[in-house]
């Protein structure tokens, strides 16, 4: 079997569909970069956004992971934010911060700085996701950013800790947010859909900071964005994985639409799994701080999400969230191994 049957029945897409497997698949957030020396030599002195330009780095980066940890996917090497610079919103990656706006979003008039890229805006990411396809032997993630997670960017002008003037937008003049939503559905949506024209065959939707908010705020103001979006995914006939941060109580309203929900490591998998119900996959879920400790003290860890999965098929071993700079490559190489011959399931 080979090509894109053998990709269908690999045993990350496998999970992703909550098929048996026969062993528990494994991949990381921020897999590609951060605590790999490799890494940091190949991308020298450029910036994130010269990186991303790059398709031939990009490709380089993406596969660095697959190739030390033996995981069974990769992700794409790129940022949520990538789209809007490439629509010429006006963002930056600062080292240390994360992205800028130069300008931030601050009424209606600014909608029309927004629009969904078309493939000359992508034309970088999508030849690395060519350029990957030709080279891995196992599936390649697209990802893409949530309306709400984008819009509290692109509103705050940066990373929040509270997003006071998202909360304040997105309930003082619901209208021009529900507006400004449909157009960063608009955003995601395009370019997911090039990620898969170009091969991707999974794609996650991060709602990184979807954590801040209430479930009543969640259902009205951010689940009706993301759902387009996941409902578009899902006419591209490809996993979609949806991810928050902080999202324990929104579980059950983020897995509409989507068919792998991505837990993080304060609600352990079989309290996820009892609030998500039988017909989603569940992604996750070690606390990415625990890759910090003695070997003993993650394995111990790792076999504990494992655990609390129950061996039941549909999990896909991650963190609860990004693999952290200062995190030994040598760790994640033997958590790999690890899952890999402790977290069976049944034969396919």
């Not at 409902?231 to 490809?238: D, M, N, Q, R, S």
């Not at 701080?289 to 076999?303: D, F, I």
Request: net charge negative; hydrophobic share 45%.
């Amino acid at each position: 079997m080979t090509g894109v049957a053998a990709l269908a029945d690999s045993r990350f897409l496998r999970a992703c569909r909550g098929l048996p497997v026969d062993r528990t698949p494994v991949w990381f957030m921020r897999q590609a970069g951060r605590s790999l020396p490799e890494y940091h030599r190949a991308r020298g002195d450029t910036t994130l956004l010269e990186a991303v330009a790059r398709p031939e780095l990009v490709t380089e980066l993406t596969l660095q992971p697959v190739r030390r940890y033996g995981v069974d996917a990769a992700v794409l090497f790129s940022d949520i934010v990538v789209p809007l610079e490439a629509i010429g919103f006006g963002v930056d990656i600062v080292a240390g911060t994360g992205p800028v706006m130069e300008r931030p979003f601050a009424g209606r008039a600014d909608l029309a700085r927004l629009r969904p890229p078309d493939g000359e805006d992508l034309a970088h990411v999508n030849e690395a996701v060519r350029l990957l396809v030709d080279e891995l032997e196992v599936p390649l993630i697209g990802f893409a950013g949530a309306p709400f997670t984008l819009a509290s960017y692109v509103i705050e002008g940066g990373p929040s800790r509270h997003h006071p003037r998202t909360k304040a937008l997105m309930l003082g003049d619901p209208g021009l947010w529900d507006d400004l939503t449909e157009r960063l559905a608009d955003l995601a949506i395009a370019s997911l859909g090039q990620q898969v024209a170009a091969g991707a065959t999974a794609v996650q939707l991060f709602d990184s900071w979807a954590g801040c908010l209430s479930p009543d705020h969640y259902r009205r103001f951010a689940a009706p964005a993301s759902r387009r979006v996941l409902a578009a995914v899902g006419e591209l006939g490809v996993p979609a994985i949806h991810f928050g941060v902080g999202t324990g109580e929104l579980l059950a309203d983020m897995a509409v639409g989507a068919d792998v929900v991505g837990v993080d490591w304060r609600v352990p998998l079989d309290a996820a799994r009892a609030r998500l119900g039988q017909s989603v996959a569940v992604q996750g879920n070690l606390d990415p701080a625990a890759c910090l400790a003695p070997w003993e003290e993650v394995a111990t860890e790792a076999r504990a999400v494992l655990a609390a999965n129950g061996r039941r098929p549909g999990h896909v071993f991650n963190l609860g969230h990004g693999v952290l700079p200062e995190t030994d490559p040598a760790i994640l190489e033997r958590l790999v191994d690890l899952v890999h011959h402790e977290g069976l399931s049944a034969e396919p």
